[in-house]
Every structure is written in C-alpha cells, then in structure tokens.
C-alpha cells in the first residue's frame, strides 16, 4: 500500500512538470536536465561559420544576466571525419545533460558524408522542429501581422539517408512516411496549438502526386485532428503553400509538414520577416531537446568578419531558458533584444545596419 501511494506521488510530481514544460521532453522530465546546486548543466555546440561569434554572443549575455547555465562545449564540425571521437562525445554529452544549444553543422556536398545536423536528430530521436516565424517591430517586412509556427518531423521523409545507383547514370531515393511516426509529429502539433492558445493547423503535403506516401501523411494527420474538436484544421498542397506564405502569410498559424517541406516553408517564412538571423528554433524528442536557429543556415561567407546576426543564436537560447523553466532569464533577454531591435535600431547588416556582432551584443547587454 505505501509503495503504491509512493509511485502515486511521484507521478503526480512527474505530471506536474511535464504541465509547465514547454512541450518539449516527457520522459526525461521524471530525471529533468541535469542541475546542481540551481545551475544547469547544457551541451553547447557552437558549429561551423558564423557559430563561434554568435555562441560567444549568448554566452557573453548568460554572463552579464547570471543566467544559472554551464555550458559543456564541443567545437564539432561539418569538416570532422564522419566517426570522429568528438562527435561522440558531443552525443555523450547530449544524452547526460539533456538539453543542448547548438549553431548550424556545415554538409559537405559529396558523397560518404551524411550530416552530422540530422544524425544527431535521429540518433537521439529529436523529431519535432518548431521555428516560429513572427514580424519584430521596427524591422522592415513584406508583409505585416506574420506570426506563425513551423512544425517540421524531424527524422524521415526525404532525409532518411537511403538513397543508391540501380544502374550507371540512375539514382534511386527513397522518401520514408510512417504511420506511428506521422501520429506523434500531428498530435504533437495539435498539442502545441492547444496550449498556445492558437486556433488551426494547417497540414502541408504533396498527396496529390505522391499519393501513397503524402497520401498516409495526410489521412494520418486528418485522422488525429479530430481528436482536438476545438482546434480548426486545413490542408493544403506545398507548392499552393509557398504562393500563399508570400501573398497573405497572416492565413497561417500553426503547420505540420513532413521533413523536406519544412526546409523550404522555414527559409520562405525567414525571407517573410526580414532574414534568418531573426528566427528561432528549437528540436525537441522524448527524452532531449536541442535548440538552434529556426532557418538553418551556416554563413560561412560571412565567417569571422564580425557581422553576424546572433539574434536567431540568443533567441533560440531564450526557447531553452523557458524549457528550463527559468522563465524571469528568458523574458529578461527577449525583451532586451527586442529592445536593441524596435527601440534602439540596433542593427547588424543582415537587417540594413552597420553596426557589428560585438556591437550587438554590447547593446543587448546594456538593455538587460
């Protein structure tokens, strides 16, 4: 009797912190991120191009904030050898802490090298991506009133890797769509809408070519939303998508793709609100959650000239800070940058402005 109203207890206890998480890890929530003594332990991987400059940006603002973040940092590469024994420990790192904050992997374009962005994505079963695309005052845009959410899965579709030569001169990709996985990622959306108070999803696909594959995407995605009856729900072919984010974004709310798509529709939504050095992003699985720019670009032709943008890096650090529940931190730096943003005019020259990284992040620290 008293183990059972133990095992109640922690339950309860469990259930209580998989409520205020911000729809990220389950599992892992009956453990949590490893923290001692109120400080959290994260796996930083700063990545290639422009990710040195912009990680020390967010390390520079936990600083002056005395955010209670540690970071474990790995300086892993697009350019590492595939096994390398740094990639492993990264991996190591990830499992034991939890949670990590990350830059962009440069991949090679060539053959025998698989990107190490979406292996980690697979090896550690982080398969909802979550970018959300939403106009800051002050920064030019085509279009007024965006606000919207990319909801991307994560580990197959066309990114599952299994491609080969049938015959001299003929390539064969396959383009992998399951049911259970299809199911997790669509109430995983609906879930979001739910709790974020947002009104409709909207299920983007190709079935009318690709009837069999899009086809189980978009029954399957049909089929759990009428288990959300106060959650409206659309669908609409990719390509009609792409016309309709440029024409009248202010449409769309939340949207849940297969994983190609959401490559595309994620850098269209960037273009929307002026660049990605704006967008956050964040990955999230049953047991870990990685944080990273929501458009996923490495910049390496701007690499160490001291212009980049690190607004998407430290935003996305924000998306961590709620995750760990260390919500006064997150909003303090929000409102910090958007303050450099909309009031101060701030602006790296990504977004018209001439000031540099380390001018950015001065005045971001300033307007803590």
């Known amino acids: 009797m008293f183990r059972s109203l133990a095992r109640q207890h922690t339950l309860k206890q469990v259930a209580s912190r998989m409520a205020v998480r911000n729809l990220g890890t389950v599992v892992a929530d009956s453990v949590g991120p490893k923290c001692y003594g109120g400080t959290y332990t994260v796996t930083l991987i700063p990545g290639d191009g422009i990710g040195q400059e912009t990680a020390a940006a967010v ?42 904050l990350k830059g962009i992997l440069y991949t090679p374009i060539r053959l025998g090298h698989s990107s190490f962005n979406v292996a980690m994505r697979k090896e550690l079963d982080i398969y909802a991506s979550v970018a959300h695309c939403k106009n800051i ?171 980049a943008n690190p607004s998407s890096l430290i935003l996305s650090s924000v998306m961590m800070l709620r995750h760990l529940q260390l919500n006064e931190h997150a909003d303090q730096i929000e409102n910090a940058v958007n303050k450099t943003l909309s009031v101060d005019g701030i602006r790296t020259p990504d977004l018209g402005g001439s000031q540099s990284t380390t001018d950015f992040t001065k005045a971001v620290i300033r307007n803590l």
């Not at 080969?164 to 003929?170: K, R």
């Not at 079935?207 to 959300?228: H, P, Q, S, W």
């Open 59 to 100: 390390k520079s603002v936990f600083g002056a904030a005395k955010v209670p973040v540690e970071f474990e940092q790995f300086d892993l590469s697009g350019f590492t050898p595939e096994n390398d024994k740094l990639m492993q420990e990264a991996l190591a790192s990830l499992r034991r802490n939890k949670v990590g």
């Open 137 to 307: 005052p002050g920064i030019a845009a085509r279009h007024k009133d965006v606000d919207f959410v990319i909801i991307r899965e994560n580990t197959e579709g066309e990114y599952s890797g299994l491609e080969h030569q049938s015959f001299p001169g003929v390539v064969e990709s396959l383009k992998i769509i399951t049911r259970p996985k299809t199911e997790r990622i669509a109430r995983y959306a609906f879930d979001y809408a739910l709790r974020h108070g947002r009104k409709r999803v909207t299920i983007v696909h190709k079935a009318n070519i690709m009837k069999l594959a899009d086809g189980l995407f978009l029954n399957t995605c049909r089929a759990v939303a009428k288990e959300y009856p106060t959650i409206q729900h659309n669908d609409m072919i990719v390509d009609n998508t792409a016309m309709q984010l440029v024409s009248k974004p202010q449409q769309f709310d939340v949207m849940v793709m297969p994983n190609l798509y959401g490559s595309i529709v994620s850098n269209i939504g960037a273009g929307l609100i002026g660049g990605p050095g704006i967008v956050p992003g964040a990955n999230y699985g049953r047991e870990f959650a990685i944080f990273e720019p929501g458009s996923r670009h490495v910049a390496k032709d701007i690499q160490g000239r001291n212009t």
